[in-house]
């Protein structure tokens, strides 16, 4: 046999392998997603805004057995059970992740943008409760020098998008602005240039309170970090005793890295009340391989 038929054919063998295999599990656990899925609805105070920003873990084929999203869809719906934050922010949402999150959460209107026009294009979708929040505004862009229309630059592995909501208080009448985004994984001049636009695209609102949560892919040592707490604060830091624990724990493999998901605030007319990583296991199994974040803001 010529070497690349015996190549072809190998290469055919390891495909097959792995439609059966991700066939194997999908068939598994969907009975399990089917009857798992959900409506959540619960009461928020209106005397503080809790938030919670959650890497979602896109679909992958590669994940199998407990780590398909057939399996963990359950898990991320018991997090915000326990949390009950009155805005969300989820990161690597695909389209099937977020239609399954709009039919869950009751209560809830979100904002999303993909990040392009593949069929596994993931987006940064913005929930809020409609009880509690007025929608002034809303809008994405990309983390690109034009970031009006779908692009990339500085070498991003991937297009990259931010979305936000402005929002006011029904309670207070008091405005604010929330930013969703997810940073390139890959170039570290992505990062710092997207961090970047995304701290322009604030700059435009007039000094609203605002804040930016993500997954930064960005330790606190790197410039990325430093180019944003320039301007903002690090939600964390400002509670006693901060959990500066790690936020990628890829399935509870790497529990000892350093935190790459944050909230930051603006320096004025915001405060902390608390923060906090959710690293709530379910008979021993991770939601997703990031441990969502949490915090309680009050405007001044």
Known sequence: MKKGKKILIAVLCILLAVILAVSATVFFYYPHYKISKREISYENSADSIDVMS???????????????????????????ENEKPSIIGFQEATKWQYAYLTDCLKGFDSVIEY?????????????????LYKLVDKGSFWLSETPEVMSKDWDSACYRICSYVILEEIESGKQFVVFNTHLDHVSDE??????????????????????IMGDFNAAED?????????????????????????????????LDREPIDYFMISKQGIEVKEFKRVTATYDGVYPSDHFPVTAKFVLD
């Open 54 to 80: 959650c890497n979602l873990r896109c679909w992958n084929p590669q994940d199998n057995g407990k780590r398909s999203w057939f399996y963990r869809a359950d898990l991320i719906l018991s997090n915000i």
């Open 115 to 131: 990040r392009d026009e593949s069929p596994f294009s993931e987006g940064c979708p913005v929930f809020y409760k409609t009880d």
């Open 190 to 211: 992505a990062r710092i240039n997207g961090i970047g636009v995304v701290l322009d695209k604030i700059s435009q609102f007039g000094g609203l309170p605002s804040m």
């Open 222 to 254: 790197s410039t990325t970090y430093k180019k944003v707490t320039e301007n903002f604060l690090d939600a964390k830091y400002q509670v006693e005793n901060p959990d500066t624990g790690c936020t990628y724990q890829c399935f509870g493999e790497e």
